[in-house]
C-alpha cells in the first residue's frame, strides 16, 4: 500500500477548551492524547502548549518540556512536531495603532524558537509570512523568519513550512534558495483559515505546482473540512493532518477526541488504499534527526 504522513495537531492555541472538554490542556493531558494518537496510527504529534490554570495559550518551555518528557518515556513512538509559530497576535490599538491592543502576544524569534533550541524535537512549524486571521494579524516579519529558520538549521531540526497563501510559498522558497532550509523541504498548506488560501481542490493543485520538485507536502482543513482534506490531499500525493487544533468535531453535533479524529483519517486512508506511515519510516524517509538526540 501507499504510505502517507499522518499529523495529529494535539491543541492549538485557540479559544476552544470551552467548546470542546477533549482538548487536552496540562502536559499530562497532551502526552497522553499524542500517545492515544500514536496507538489509532498517527506518525507525528503536533504541540502547542497551554496554561493549565486558564486553558490558555502559553509559551512556557516548561510545560513543552513535560509533555515532551512523557511521550517520550512513553512505549508507543511517535514524531514530535513542536510550532515555533510562538506569540505572533497583533491587534492594533484604534486610540494609537502604533501600539497594540489588549489581546495581542508578541513574541521575538529568539522566544518563539526557545522551545525547539531546548528541546530537539525531530521536526517544527515555521509560519512562512504574516496574514490575517479574522480579526486578528498574525505576524512574522520575514526578517524575523529568516532568524528563526537560521535557528532552527542550527539545531538540526526538520522545519515544516506552513503556508496560508500563495505567497508563503514564494517567501519559503526563498528561504530555501537563500540555504536556510537544509535537505528536502516539506511544506504544509493551511487551508480554509478566515482571510487566507480558499480549501478546494484547485487551490490544493495550484498550491502543488508552485513548490519545488524536490520538496514534500500535507495539506489540512479546519471545521467541517477536516476530513475532506484529508481525501483530497491523499489523493494528490501529499501527507495528511488531523486533530482538535483545527476541528473539534467527528459529525455534525458530536464532539471528537483527537484519537478518533485519527482513527477516522485512518479510515479514509485504507479506503484509498494507502496506510500511515510509521515514525520510523517517516523519519527514514523525511531524514529527520534521531529522537535520542533530544532533551
Given at each position: 500500500m501507499k504510505k502517507v504522513?499522518?499529523?495529529?495537531?494535539?491543541?492549538?492555541?485557540?479559544?476552544t477548551t470551552?467548546?470542546?472538554?477533549?482538548?487536552?490542556?496540562t502536559p499530562q493531558e497532551i502526552a497522553e492524547s499524542a500517545i492515544k494518537c500514536a496507538r489509532a496510527g498517527a506518525t507525528v504529534a503536533h504541540i502547542h502548549a497551554r496554561d493549565p490554570e486558564t486553558g490558555g495559550i502559553s509559551h512556557d518551555?516548561?510545560?513543552?518540556?513535560?509533555?515532551?518528557r512523557l511521550i517520550r518515556a512513553a512505549d508507543e513512538d511517535i514524531i514530535i512536531n513542536i510550532?515555533?509559530?510562538g506569540g505572533?497576535?497583533?491587534?492594533p490599538n484604534l486610540e494609537d495603532p502604533y501600539l497594540a491592543a489588549e489581546g495581542s502576544d508578541i513574541q521575538t524569534p529568539e522566544e518563539r524558537h526557545e522551545p525547539i533550541g531546548s528541546l530537539l524535537p525531530e521536526m517544527c512549524t515555521l509560519d512562512c509570512g504574516s496574514v490575517n486571521m479574522g480579526d486578528t494579524v498574525y505576524l512574522s516579519p520575514t526578517d524575523w523568519l529568516r532568524k528563526q529558520a537560521q535557528l532552527v538549521k542550527e539545531a538540526g531540526v526538520k522545519p515544516e513550512l506552513e503556508c496560508f497563501d500563495s505567497?508563503?510559498?514564494?517567501?519559503?522558497?526563498?528561504?530555501?534558495?537563500?540555504?536556510?532550509i537544509d535537505g528536502e523541504p516539506m511544506f504544509q498548506f493551511c487551508l480554509g483559515i478566515?482571510?487566507?488560501?480558499?480549501?478546494?481542490?484547485?487551490?490544493?493543485?495550484y498550491f502543488k505546482t508552485r513548490i519545488p520538485e524536490h520538496a514534500h507536502w500535507s495539506a489540512f482543513g479546519i471545521g467541517r473540512m477536516q476530513f475532506p482534506t484529508v481525501e483530497e490531499a491523499a489523493k494528490r500525493g501529499g501527507n495528511v493532518r488531523v486533530g482538535l487544533e483545527d476541528n473539534l468535531y467527528l459529525a455534525k453535533g458530536v464532539k471528537a477526541t483527537n484519537e478518533q479524529l485519527v482513527e477516522k483519517a485512518v479510515e479514509i486512508l485504507n479506503g484509498l488504499d494507502i496506510e500511515p506511515m510509521t515514525p520510523a519510516e517517516a523519519r527514514k524517509k523525511y531524514q529527520l534527526r534521531d529522537p535520542q538526540g533530544g532533551a
Amino acid at each position: 500500500m501507499k504510505k502517507v504522513m499522518l499529523t495529529a495537531a494535539l491543541t492549538g492555541a485557540g479559544d476552544t477548551t470551552a467548546k470542546n472538554k477533549c482538548v487536552p490542556v496540562t502536559p499530562q493531558e497532551i502526552a497522553e492524547s499524542a500517545i492515544k494518537c500514536a496507538r489509532a496510527g498517527a506518525t507525528v504529534a503536533h504541540i502547542h502548549a497551554r496554561d493549565p490554570e486558564t486553558g490558555g495559550i502559553s509559551h512556557d518551555v516548561e510545560f513543552f518540556k513535560e509533555a515532551v518528557r512523557l511521550i517520550r518515556a512513553a512505549d508507543e513512538d511517535i514524531i514530535i512536531n513542536i510550532t515555533s509559530g510562538g506569540g505572533g497576535d497583533f491587534i492594533p490599538n484604534l486610540e494609537d495603532p502604533y501600539l497594540a491592543a489588549e489581546g495581542s502576544d508578541i513574541q521575538t524569534p529568539e522566544e518563539r524558537h526557545e522551545p525547539i533550541g531546548s528541546l530537539l524535537p525531530e521536526m517544527c512549524t515555521l509560519d512562512c509570512g504574516s496574514v490575517n486571521m479574522g480579526d486578528t494579524v498574525y505576524l512574522s516579519p520575514t526578517d524575523w523568519l529568516r532568524k528563526q529558520a537560521q535557528l532552527v538549521k542550527e539545531a538540526g531540526v526538520k522545519p515544516e513550512l506552513e503556508c496560508f497563501d500563495s505567497g508563503h510559498i514564494s517567501f519559503a522558497k526563498q528561504l530555501i534558495s537563500e540555504g536556510l532550509i537544509d535537505g528536502e523541504p516539506m511544506f504544509q498548506f493551511c487551508l480554509g483559515i478566515p482571510w487566507g488560501a480558499e480549501n478546494d481542490p484547485e487551490t490544493i493543485e495550484y498550491f502543488k505546482t508552485r513548490i519545488p520538485e524536490h520538496a514534500h507536502w500535507s495539506a489540512f482543513g479546519i471545521g467541517r473540512m477536516q476530513f475532506p482534506t484529508v481525501e483530497e490531499a491523499a489523493k494528490r500525493g501529499g501527507n495528511v493532518r488531523v486533530g482538535l487544533e483545527d476541528n473539534l468535531y467527528l459529525a455534525k453535533g458530536v464532539k471528537a477526541t483527537n484519537e478518533q479524529l485519527v482513527e477516522k483519517a485512518v479510515e479514509i486512508l485504507n479506503g484509498l488504499d494507502i496506510e500511515p506511515m510509521t515514525p520510523a519510516e517517516a523519519r527514514k524517509k523525511y531524514q529527520l534527526r534521531d529522537p535520542q538526540g533530544g532533551a
